[in-house]
C-alpha cells in the first residue's frame, strides 16, 4: 500500500507546475506536437525500463534519453533561452537581484533632456504618419543589435531621430537602439514575434518591437505609418495608442528602474 507524504504532495505538484510551464512555452513557440511527441516517448520509456523491466529495450531508451537530452537543448536553445530570461524578468526576483547588487547611490531620475526629445520626436513623426521604431536598451545588453545597423553614437536630439525615420532616409526602415542615453546606431535588425494573439492591424513594427521586448527587457517605441499611432512594447506587452503625456510617463518610470 502507497503512503503518501506532504513531500510526495509538493513533489507532485512542482512536476505538474514545470510541465505547465513547458506546454505554456512550446505553444507560444509552436512546438506543441513536439513537446507532446517528448511526452509520450518518456512515458513510454518509463514504462517499458520500470513497470516491464525490459533490460535490453530499457538500456537502448536509457542511452536516446542521455542523448535526446543534448539535442533538445541544442533544438530548443531559443526557446529554452526565452524561458529563462522569463524567470529572471520576474518582478520578484528582480527586487531581490536590484537589493543585493544594485548600486544604492545610482541617481534613478532620469533627466527631461533624455526622455523629452524622444517624446517630441514620436509626436512629430505620428502627425505626419511617419514610421519609426526606437529601442532603448536597459539592464540586458543590446550589442547583438546594434552590430546589425550602423553606429551613430550621438546624443539623444529630436531632429535627429526624425531625420533618420524621414520616408527617403536609408535607415528609416530599421530600429534605432538608444543605450546609456545617446543614439548608439539606426538600421537595426530586431527579431520578429510570432505571438498570434497580436491584432491583424499592427504590422511589422509592431512584431518587431515585441519581439525584441520578449528576448530583453528593453523598452520599444513604434510609431505607425498607417494610423500614426504610438505604442509601447516592455517584456512582452503592448501599450496602444498613447498621448504625449502617457509616452512621457512610461518612459519615466521604466527608464529609473
Known amino acids: 500500500m502507497f503512503e503518501i507524504s506532504i513531500k510526495d504532495i509538493i513533489d507532485i505538484f512542482l512536476v505538474a507546475l514545470m510541465l505547465f510551464y513547458i506546454y505554456r512555452l512550446m505553444k507560444e513557440s509552436r512546438s506543441l506536437n513536439v513537446f507532446i511527441g517528448i511526452i509520450v516517448f518518456v512515458v513510454i520509456w518509463l514504462f517499458v525500463s520500470q513497470v516491464l523491466e525490459m533490460r535490453l529495450l530499457g538500456a537502448i531508451m536509457d542511452k536516446l534519453v542521455s542523448v535526446g537530452v543534448l539535442a533538445l537543448i541544442v533544438l530548443f536553445q531559443e526557446d529554452i533561452r526565452r524561458f529563462l530570461y522569463s524567470l529572471g524578468a520576474h518582478q520578484r526576483f528582480q527586487t531581490i537581484m536590484r537589493f543585493f547588487f544594485s548600486n544604492r547611490d545610482k541617481d534613478k531620475n532620469i533627466d527631461k533632456e533624455t526622455i523629452m526629445p524622444i517624446v517630441m520626436a514620436c509626436m512629430d513623426l505620428s502627425r505626419g504618419k511617419v514610421g519609426a521604431l526606437i529601442v532603448i536598451e536597459r539592464a540586458i545588453s543590446l550589442d547583438d543589435i546594434v552590430d546589425t545597423g550602423d553606429i551613430l553614437d550621438a546624443r539623444i536630439n529630436q531632429r535627429l531621430i526624425e531625420n533618420i525615420f524621414f520616408k527617403n532616409s536609408p535607415l528609416h526602415d530599421g530600429a534605432m537602439v538608444i543605450v546609456n542615453k545617446r543614439i548608439r546606431a539606426a538600421g537595426c535588425i530586431l527579431p520578429v514575434s510570432h505571438n498570434h494573439d497580436i491584432p491583424k492591424e499592427l ?8 519581439g525584441i521586448s520578449q528576448d530583453s527587457d528593453c523598452i520599444a517605441i513604434v510609431v505607425s505609418e498607417e494610423t500614426g499611432g504610438i505604442s509601447v512594447a516592455i517584456k512582452g506587452t503592448f501599450q496602444l ?15 529609473s528602474l
Not at 495608442?241 to 527608464?255: D, F, G, H, V, Y
Open 203 to 210: 504590422g511589422l513594427r509592431h512584431r518587431a518591437a515585441l
Open 241 to 255: 495608442r498613447l498621448s504625449a503625456e502617457k509616452l512621457e510617463n512610461i518612459l519615466s518610470k521604466e527608464m
